[in-house]
């Protein structure tokens, strides 16, 4: 494994012991922190925390969070890895008065991450740094590939405006029915001032074909002049915002997954199967959508849109059976059952009264 | 107590994580002018994605989380006769000494993901003792906020039951529930 970051201030472990029991000499004289830790009312600020958590712990703290979610692995290849040496600060307006953060894979909609975010880490005047977002999962046509969303390079400091929009901000675009897809902010510390002529896609860019990226190819181009620094990423999964961005922004279809989920491991179907009640024999064998639809059709049948959602009756084992069909009251037992699994909401017919979750 | 296991290598589940295509019943184009789907034909796609790029039709989400997020991830079944069991994803274990508190939270593959101890400066600064009872309950806030931090939301915890009555995790277990919406199973 191939560090390719910044090194990382070395930690003085006879300092840190030193701090400690600075800390614990302090606290045991502090009267007051001990009443509120004897009545339960301490509370530990979460913010000053975060501001003082700075240097290797934060690093480590923030790379391990990245290989959890692989995100070395599929921006960089299998062999490498950095140390998050410079603390990225990433907000998107929510709106006047709230952001959305970004740290380290936490949930985001897509519809949070309109416009670009503001960014903050700390820089020295005369440093050139770059700034990408790429999306290593949601490339609609190759697997391996990425899609940038946003690329801001030879910028002076800390200050994004002063560097140069090499590819304009695109809202993260998770396709429907393929879960959580990951959204990389990777800082690099530039050497020197870049061209970056090759990398500059038209403005605005709405070709997804154009947006296609390989952070890999990327840095192994730029690699003498530049140096990953920091990094944070979220992950996003749909919502309607992104199906407006296909129709309108990037004025195509949009594709719709369903999970492919591994076949069951069920026998094979025989004609006389032995001892095997035939109606849940038969249905083991049927295409669950088509179970799926019947249900769905009972759950539309007896109601009209203008009388709210089903509800489960408070005790579904009370009504009588003979009520059903007059003419044939004895009912035989597997169609008793199914009726009151109807009735109960049970197992498949569960979806007649709740709402079936979306993809 | 119970055997206590060695650190695993994260196991790589080779799980069927590919999507099929269904390609979504509107195009933008048409449904402005028309005012009506457009039904969806070979004819059409080709034409509208000229310009664009063609999904392919199986899509495979590479983010080694989403599985489990998504409830499709195979979870370690077998041991269901061991306690505490290994069917979860991700794991909250409370570690307690007369020094110090640690929250930890586990992937089934072994990874420590996220942590949180009074030994930390930070922590330590803030607090009066590593291991009273307002410790524990402050570590559980603080884990419930990285957890998230770190986008994970549902946790399994299991806890002795013994152990359970004490107010230090009863407490601090309490705290993260309160904290944050993570589910706790």
């Given at each position: 494994m191939v560090n390719i970051g910044l090194p990382l201030p070395k930690e003085n472990k006879e300092k840190l012991k030193e701090l400690k029991k600075a800390i614990i000499d302090g606290r045991r004289a502090n009267h007051l922190l001990e009443q509120a830790a004897r009545h339960r009312t301490l509370k530990v600020d979460i913010d000053q925390l975060e501001n003082d958590m700075k240097g290797s712990a934060?690093?480590?703290?923030?790379?391990?969070?990245?290989?959890?979610?692989?995100?070395?692995?599929?921006?960089?290849?299998?062999?490498?890895?950095?140390?998050?040496?410079?603390?990225?600060?990433?907000?998107?307006?929510?709106?006047?008065?709230?952001?959305?953060?970004?740290?380290?894979?936490n949930m985001l909609k897509p519809a949070e991450c309109v416009s670009a975010p503001h960014i903050h880490y700390e820089a020295e005047k005369d440093t050139l740094w770059s700034i990408v977002l790429t999306a290593p999962d949601s490339h609609l046509a190759d697997n391996k590939a990425e899609y940038l969303h946003w690329f801001v390079g030879n910028i002076e400091g800390s200050t994004i405006d002063t560097g140069e929009l090499l590819c304009d901000f695109l809202q993260p675009l998770p396709l429907r029915g393929t879960g959580w897809h990951r959204y990389v902010f990777v800082l690099y510390k530039q050497e020197r001032r870049i061209d970056f002529a090759s990398e500059k896609r038209t403005q605005p860019c709405k070709s997804l074909k154009e947006r296609t990226f390989h952070t890999y190819d990327f840095y192994k181009r730029y690699e003498d002049d530049i140096t990953p620094a920091g990094i944070g990423f979220f992950q996003a999964d749909w919502d309607s915002s992104v199906s407006d961005i296909f129709h309108k922004t990037l004025d195509m279809k949009e594709p719709v997954y369903e999970f492919d989920s591994p076949p069951l491991h069920i026998a094979i179907q025989r004609q006389v199967p032995h001892k095997q009640p035939f109606n849940l024999y038969l249905d083991r064998y049927r295409d669950p959508k088509d179970i799926a639809k019947e249900v769905l059709t009972k759950r539309f049948s007896d109601r009209s849109p203008f009388s709210g959602e089903p509800r489960r009756r408070q005790f579904p084992g009370i009504m009588p059976w003979s009520s059903l069909n007059d003419r044939d009251p004895l009912l035989p037992s597997w169609r008793k059952a199914q009726i009151q699994k109807e009735r109960d909401g049970r197992q498949r017919y569960r979806h007649i009264y709740e709402n079936r979750p979306g993809p | 107590m119970f055997a206590k296991t060695r650190g695993m290598t994260a196991q790589t589940v080779t799980v069927q994580t590919t999507f099929c295509l269904r390609i979504a019943c509107y195009s933008a184009s048409v449904a402005a002018a028309t005012g009506k789907e457009a039904t969806t034909s070979r004819g059409a796609d080709e034409e509208s994605c000229v310009q664009q790029e063609v999904p392919s039709a199986e899509f495979i989400n590479r983010n080694p989380r989403n599985l489990e997020q998504l409830g499709h991830a195979v979870r370690d079944k077998g041991w269901y006769m061991q306690w505490p069991r290994r069917n979860y994803y991700h794991r909250l274990r409370f570690k307690r000494n007369s020094h110090r508190t640690t929250a930890e939270v586990v992937h089934y593959g072994g990874r420590v993901v996220v942590t949180a101890s009074t030994s930390e400066p930070a922590i330590m600064n803030q607090l009066y003792s590593g291991s009273d009872v307002a410790a524990a309950a402050n570590i559980g806030s603080i884990i419930a906020q990285r957890c998230l931090q770190a986008g994970i939301v549902q946790l399994d915890f299991t806890v002795d039951a013994d152990q359970f009555k004490t107010e230090r995790v009863s407490m601090s277990a309490v705290h993260v529930c309160e904290r944050s919406r993570l589910a706790l199973f």
């Open positions: 934060f690093s480590k703290h923030v790379r391990t969070s990245a290989e959890h979610y692989g995100v070395y692995k599929d921006l960089f290849g299998p062999h490498a890895y950095f140390n998050p040496a410079v603390a990225l600060s990433i907000a998107f307006d929510y709106d006047d008065d709230a952001v959305s953060h970004v740290f380290n894979g | -």
